[in-house]
């Protein structure tokens, strides 16, 4: 089966129309169409021939795609609908405008607040996954997406795992994950649990926050050696304006062992709370005070600027008393 991406364009898969490419893996083509019968956008994930022809991964792919289907949260991409038509294989989900991916590259690394906001969708998507058990094994900035309003949800929930499992069944080597962002524990060929996730998810906030990668190289045996001993450079050496709250975040994420990590996907959004809470404590101190008027917000103000005056009024009162008994006395 020798079928390409551009014979697909214009042809009925299923209930949905593709209409175009919009990307691609080494496992799949994204294809931009529309479900026929009403026309709702979507987008098209499609196996290419060389794995839809293998039967094994091909039901692999199908069965995640399924667990996948089930994990409904607000940060995670809904999947529509998951079938085969002739050769073709696919799962059609919801199609969004952008990703965090295309975002930097068009308008660089987002500001502090915005790159927290990321985070904490991001994690409240993988404490969901893990408290049933499903790790992601590919969070990268390709993988995150925005909706409309700007909520980031993750996408291809799944997919790692389908090649993990075809792998370990056939004992064909494939690689699974992206090499600049798998964990140490991923590099090593180790067992893998939620906190693999976060270690992916340093990466790309690590990415998000300097516009550059931790650790890069051409060979992917030098980039695993590199994931398994070398220490990122700190981010705020790439960017001084971030916070050292936001910077240790970012290297607890990248932390070697995974026990020197975040314990799980529940801790790091607790932690993420706490600085959102903090940040609009600030907030709302530095609105209040700007309504303060002028003399009360100079130095002095607050409870000693409030009752200054009538404390030194009624000290002059007692003062004048004093003077007429003693003046009377003489």
Same mark, same amino acid.
């Given at each position: ?18 209409? +175009? ?24 994930? #499609? ?43 696919? /799962? ?36 969901? @996954? ?8 590919? #969070? ?5 997406? /925005? ?19 075809? @792998? ?18 991923? =590099?090593?060929? +180790? ?46 050496? +790439? ?29 790091? !959004?607790?932690? !993420? ?11 709302? /101190? ?11 917000? =100079? ?19 007692? !003062? ?11």
């Amino acid at each position: 089966m020798s079928l390409e991406a551009e014979e697909l364009l214009g042809r009925a898969i299923g209930p949905f129309t593709v209409e +175009r490419l919009i990307g691609q893996g080494g496992f799949a083509w994204v294809f931009a169409g529309r479900r026929t019968a009403d026309g709702t956008r979507v987008a098209l994930k #499609i196996l290419k021939p060389r794995y839809a022809g293998d039967q094994q991964f091909e039901s692999r792919f199908r069965n995640e795609a399924r667990v996948a289907s089930e994990l409904r949260h607000p940060n995670i991409v809904r999947i529509l609908d998951i079938g085969k038509t002739g050769e073709v294989t696919y /799962f059609a989900m919801d199609l969004y405008p952008g990703s965090l991916a295309s975002r930097l590259a068009r308008d660089g690394p987002p500001t502090e607040g915005d790159l927290l906001r990321i985070a904490r969708d991001v994690t409240s998507a993988l404490a969901f @996954a893990h408290a049933g058990g499903i790790i992601h094994r590919d #969070i990268k900035v390709d993988n995150i997406l /925005f909706t409309a309003d700007g909520t980031a949800v993750i996408a291809d929930f799944g997919i790692a795992r389908a090649v993990s499992g075809y @792998a370990t069944a056939t004992g064909v080597n494939m690689t699974i994950g992206t090499p600049h962002y798998v964990s140490p524990e991923q =590099a090593q060929g +180790r067992p893998l649990d939620g906190r693999s996730d976060l270690y992916a998810l340093g990466v790309t906030l690590y990415k998000a926050a300097t516009g550059d990668l931790p650790f890069r190289s051409n060979d992917w045996f030098e980039l695993a050696r590199m994931h398994v001993e070398e220490a990122p450079e700190p981010p705020r050496n +790439r960017r001084p304006d971030l916070s050292k709250r936001t910077e240790r975040i970012i290297l607890k994420c990248l932390a070697k062992h995974p026990d020197d990590r975040y314990a799980s996907a529940d801790e790091l !959004l607790a932690e !993420l709370d706490a600085v959102e809470q903090a940040g609009r404590r600030t907030e709302s /101190f530095g609105m209040a005070a700007a309504r303060l008027p002028t003399d009360q917000r =100079a130095p002095g103000a607050g409870i000693l600027g409030k009752w200054l005056l009538p404390v030194a009024a009624v000290a002059v009162v007692i !003062l004048v008393a004093l003077l007429v008994v003693v003046l009377g006395r003489r």
